[in-house]
């Protein structure tokens, strides 16, 4: 009886077991299909050490962000978020696509990305798509579309005093001579001229345009153009001839947009001399026009089809005078990079390169090439049009470039990403970039830079 009621007692048990060893088994069946099945939609498997990462097919649709479940074995629990509810977005550069399926603009509900599994230590971390329910980070893909993207912010003391090589340097850059030659009825010739010299920046950088127009002498006005840009602009003749040609025959500069200037500047001689009230005078500013810029337009070319262009002026390279103007052409056309390369050679698979570039028409190559001397570092590459000063190596970056602009402020649009990337370089110093940690640290950084910042 005692033998039989300890065989009852083994049954009883082993019934109690087996629906629990069978539930164990189909979760373990289903875990090996899932797996098999996401290695079959993110394509070949590449590896280094326990860890690795699938790449997108390129099939997938357009990816865009990389929407991580959390998916882990707990020892007392098992498996946990087994619907897959993503507890986080993030991406590195080179493994994010842009495809998608109901995206407006950059970001969808539908992703497909990398993913990556650490055998040894049974955790699982990959990319599945659930319904749009489960997830943790309620951010629909209709409200995702909202997001704006700006450079930097515009607030800049209104007390700063700014240099004017930082002005000269920055309009290099950024700004415009322009004349317009514009057909007018209740003109004796039929014809008007109105000279222009304006500077375009993105709204947030509008802190900028106040610091030029306070410093030349409050002339000119800021006005809104489109959605989302500002336009600093001094159309009067008399403020063009008092404060703007003068600050610019003191402070001169020094890129190819010299030619335009001085060609801008007859073209202000003609009409302080009335000659712009003569049809004779008239042909002058268009023959001078057409060597401004982008030449003229298709109405002047069928108005005055027989006219010669000037020959445009020769602007050899004249050395640069002071520091401030660097600072000011850096802020409009320095770019501070950070990037995130797939590599098998780095024990986390990614290798952060840092990047300090001015680009510039090729006509300009001559002054990319004196950076070189002129910060120690560097090196100038051409492709097709365009010539581009790069500093990659950190040691420069570090005791050069940065030092540079520590003394001579980047302003606007620029400062805020200068900030970060002055961060970022403090973690490769301290080779934090070697850890999970510190790349997750970059990372962040990286996606509040230059068309990632978001607006606040």
Same mark, same amino acid.
């Given at each position: 009886?005692?033998?039989?009621?300890?065989?009852?007692?083994?049954?009883?048990?082993?019934?109690?077991?087996?629906?629990?060893?069978?539930?164990? &088994?189909?979760?373990?069946?289903?875990? $090996?299909?899932?797996?098999?099945?996401?290695?079959?939609? @993110?394509?070949?498997?590449?590896?280094?050490?326990?860890?690795?990462?699938?790449?997108?097919?390129?099939?997938?649709?357009?990816?865009?962000?990389?929407?991580?479940?959390?998916?882990?074995?707990?020892?007392?629990?098992?498996?946990?978020?087994?619907?897959?509810?993503?507890?986080?977005?993030?991406? !590195?550069?080179?493994?994010?696509?842009?495809?998608?399926?109901?995206?407006?603009?950059?970001?969808?509900?539908?992703?497909? *990305?990398?993913?990556? #599994?650490?055998?040894?230590?049974? =955790? +699982? $971390?990959?990319?599945?798509?659930?319904?749009?329910?489960? !997830?943790?980070?309620?951010?629909?893909?209709?409200?995702?579309?909202?997001?704006?993207?700006?450079?930097?912010?515009?607030?800049?003391?209104?007390?700063?005093?700014?240099?004017?090589?930082?002005?000269?340097?920055?309009?290099?850059?950024?700004?415009?001579?322009?004349?317009?030659?514009?057909?007018?009825?209740?003109?004796?010739?039929? #014809?008007?001229?109105?000279?222009?010299?304006?500077?375009?920046?993105?709204?947030?950088?509008?802190?900028?345009?106040?610091?030029?127009?306070?410093? +030349?002498?409050?002339?000119?006005?800021?006005?809104?153009?489109?959605?989302?840009?500002? %336009?600093?602009?001094?159309?009067?003749?008399?403020?063009?001839?008092?404060?703007?040609?003068? =600050?610019?025959?003191?402070?001169?500069?020094?890129?190819?947009?010299? &030619?335009?200037?001085?060609?801008?500047?007859?073209?202000?001689?003609?009409?302080?001399?009335?000659?712009?009230?003569?049809?004779?005078?008239?042909?002058?500013?268009?023959? @001078?026009? &057409?060597?401004?810029?982008?030449?003229?337009?298709?109405?002047?070319?069928?108005?005055?089809?027989?006219? *010669?262009?000037?020959?445009?002026?020769?602007?050899?390279?004249?050395?640069?005078?002071?520091?401030?103007?660097?600072?000011?052409?850096?802020?409009?056309?320095?770019?501070?990079?950070?990037?995130?390369?797939?590599?098998?050679? =780095?024990?986390?698979?990614? %290798?952060?390169?840092?990047?300090?570039?001015?680009?510039?028409?090729?006509?300009?190559?001559?002054?990319?090439?004196?950076?070189?001397?002129?910060?120690?570092?560097?090196?100038?590459?051409?492709?097709?049009?365009? &010539? %581009?000063?790069? *500093?990659?190596?950190?040691?420069?970056?570090?005791?050069?470039?940065?030092?540079?602009?520590?003394?001579?402020?980047?302003?606007?649009?620029?400062? +805020?990403? !200068?900030?970060?990337?002055?961060?970022?370089?403090?973690?490769?110093?301290?080779?934090? =970039?070697?850890?999970?940690?510190?790349?997750?640290?970059?990372?962040?950084?990286?996606?509040?830079?230059?068309?990632? $910042?978001?607006?606040?």
């Amino acid at each position: 009886m005692l033998f039989f009621l300890s065989i009852s007692s083994i049954i009883e048990i082993l019934l109690l077991l087996v629906p629990s060893l069978m539930v164990i &088994a189909f979760v373990t069946i289903a875990e $090996r299909k899932t797996m098999a099945s996401m290695q079959r939609r @993110l394509g070949p498997v590449w590896g280094f050490g326990n860890f690795s990462l699938w790449d997108k097919l390129s099939n997938s649709g357009e990816t865009l962000k990389l929407m991580v479940p959390n998916y882990s074995w707990k020892i007392m629990c098992g498996w946990i978020n087994y619907s897959c509810m993503v507890i986080s977005q993030k991406i !590195y550069e080179n493994i994010m696509g842009d495809r998608g399926s109901k995206s407006v603009y950059t970001t969808v509900k539908e992703q497909r *990305v990398d993913g990556g #599994w650490c055998v040894y230590s049974t =955790h +699982l $971390r990959y990319t599945l798509m659930g319904f749009e329910r489960n !997830y943790q980070i309620k951010i629909p893909s209709n409200q995702m579309n909202k997001l704006r993207f700006y450079s930097t912010d515009s607030k800049i003391n209104s007390n700063y005093s700014l240099d004017p090589y930082f002005l000269t340097g920055f309009a290099d850059a950024e700004s415009s001579f322009m004349v317009l030659v514009l057909k007018e009825p209740n003109n004796k010739i039929g #014809w008007t001229v109105k000279p222009r010299f304006s500077i375009g920046l993105h709204k947030k950088d509008v802190g900028i345009l106040n610091l030029i127009k306070s410093y +030349l002498s409050n002339t000119g006005s800021i006005l809104k153009q489109g959605k989302n840009s500002m %336009q600093y602009r001094v159309s009067s003749l008399r403020d063009i001839t008092n404060v703007v040609i003068p =600050h610019f025959n003191k402070y001169p500069l020094i890129t190819q947009k010299r &030619a335009d200037f001085l060609l801008f500047k007859e073209i202000v001689d003609l009409i302080i001399k009335k000659e712009h009230l003569t049809i004779e005078g008239i042909r002058k500013i268009v023959a @001078l026009k &057409a060597s401004l810029n982008l030449g003229l337009t298709d109405d002047l070319k069928v108005a005055f089809p027989d006219i *010669v262009p000037v020959t445009r002026p020769l602007v050899k390279y004249s050395e640069i005078l002071d520091p401030n103007w660097l600072a000011g052409f850096s802020s409009g056309e320095g770019c501070f990079s950070v990037r995130l390369k797939k590599s098998i050679k =780095h024990r986390l698979g990614f %290798q952060t390169i840092l990047t300090f570039k001015l680009t510039q028409h090729i006509r300009d190559k001559e002054l990319m090439e004196n950076f070189i001397s002129y910060l120690n570092c560097g090196s100038v590459y051409t492709y097709l049009e365009e &010539a %581009q000063y790069m *500093v990659i190596n950190t040691e420069d970056l570090v005791e050069k470039i940065i030092p540079f602009f520590d003394k001579y402020k980047i302003l606007g649009v620029k400062n +805020l990403d !200068y900030q970060n990337f002055k961060k970022v370089i403090e973690l490769v110093k301290n080779k934090e =970039h070697l850890t999970t940690e510190g790349l997750d640290k970059i990372l962040e950084l990286k996606e509040s830079m230059n068309k990632g $910042r978001n607006s606040v």
